[in-house]
C-alpha cells in the first residue's frame, strides 16, 4: 500500500476548508487535486506531507501513521510546494547541490547535468535572484530529475510559470515517474495532459 488518506478534515475558524478527504494511492497511480483559489489545495498538500496537522482523520504511509514514522516518510517523499525554496544568493547548481533535498545532496556535475536536461544550462552559473520566475520554477523541477528513486511526489502547481515546452517536459516527466511505478499527487489549474490521473475536487472558496 502507498498513500492513504481517511476522513480528513480542515477548519479555519468557525468554517470548514475541507472535511472527509478520502482517497487511497498505490504505485504507478496519479491524483489531480483542483478547486478553486482559496479551497484548501495547498493545504491538503501539507497535510499529506506531514507539515500541517488535519482537524480531523489521518494520513498513513505504507499502512503507518506518517507523524510516527516521520523520518522514512520524508526519505521516500519529494514534496515542491508553491514557493520554490531556493536560496536567491546562490547559483542554480548551488541550489541543488547544496541542500535542497535533505539527506539527499547531490555534485556539482548531477546538480548541471539536472538544469542541462530541464533546459538551463545556461543558467546554471548565475544567481537565483537574477533568474526569471519560470526560471526559478524550473530550477526547483529540476528536482524531479535528481530523486527518481523517491516513490512518492507531491508536487504544488509544478507547471505554474512554465512555458507551453517546458510545461509539456514536466508532464513527459511525471508520467515517466507513473510509469516506473512512482505514485504523484499534484495541484494545477490545468488539467494534467496525461492519461489515468485521478480527479479530487476541492469545494467552495474564492
Ligand atoms: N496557517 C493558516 N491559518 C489560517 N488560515 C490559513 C492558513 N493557511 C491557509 N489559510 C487559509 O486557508 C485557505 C486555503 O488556503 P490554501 O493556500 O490551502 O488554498 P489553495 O486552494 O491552495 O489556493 P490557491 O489556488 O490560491 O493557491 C485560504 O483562505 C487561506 O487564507
Request: charged share 20%; hydrophobic share 45%; aromatic share 4%.
Given at each position: ?23 487511497k494511492l498505490q504505485a504507478g497511480e496519479a ?28 494520513v498513513h504511509w505504507r499502512d503507518q501513521p ?141
Amino acid at each position: 500500500m502507498g498513500l492513504t488518506c481517511q476522513q480528513l478534515t480542515c477548519r479555519r475558524g468557525r468554517s470548514t476548508l475541507f472535511a472527509g478527504v478520502n482517497f487511497k494511492l498505490q504505485a504507478g497511480e496519479a491524483i489531480w487535486v483542483q478547486g478553486r483559489n482559496g479551497s484548501g489545495k495547498t493545504t491538503l498538500l501539507r497535510m499529506l506531507c506531514g507539515l500541517a496537522r488535519p482537524d480531523r482523520g489521518a494520513v498513513h504511509w505504507r499502512d503507518q501513521p506518517i507523524l510516527a514514522t516521520r523520518a522514512q516518510f520524508h526519505s521516500e517523499l519529494l514534496h515542491i510546494g508553491h514557493a520554490d525554496g531556493l536560496k536567491p544568493d546562490l547559483l542554480a547548481w548551488e541550489n541543488l547541490a547544496l541542500g535542497a533535498l535533505p539527506g539527499a545532496r547531490c555534485t556539482r556535475a548531477e546538480a548541471e547535468q539536472a538544469l542541462a536536461e530541464i533546459g538551463l544550462a545556461a543558467a546554471a552559473q548565475r544567481p537565483v535572484r537574477l533568474l526569471s520566475q519560470g526560471q526559478r520554477k524550473r530550477v526547483a523541477l529540476a528536482r524531479l530529475l535528481l530523486a527518481p528513486q523517491r516513490p512518492l511526489w507531491i508536487l504544488d502547481e509544478p507547471i505554474a510559470s512554465l512555458d507551453q515546452a517546458a510545461a509539456a517536459q514536466v508532464g513527459a516527466i511525471l508520467q515517466a515517474h507513473c510509469a516506473r511505478g512512482g505514485m504523484l499527487v499534484l495541484t494545477t489549474h490545468q488539467q494534467p495532459d496525461f492519461p489515468g490521473v485521478r480527479h479530487l475536487q476541492l469545494g467552495a472558496p474564492c
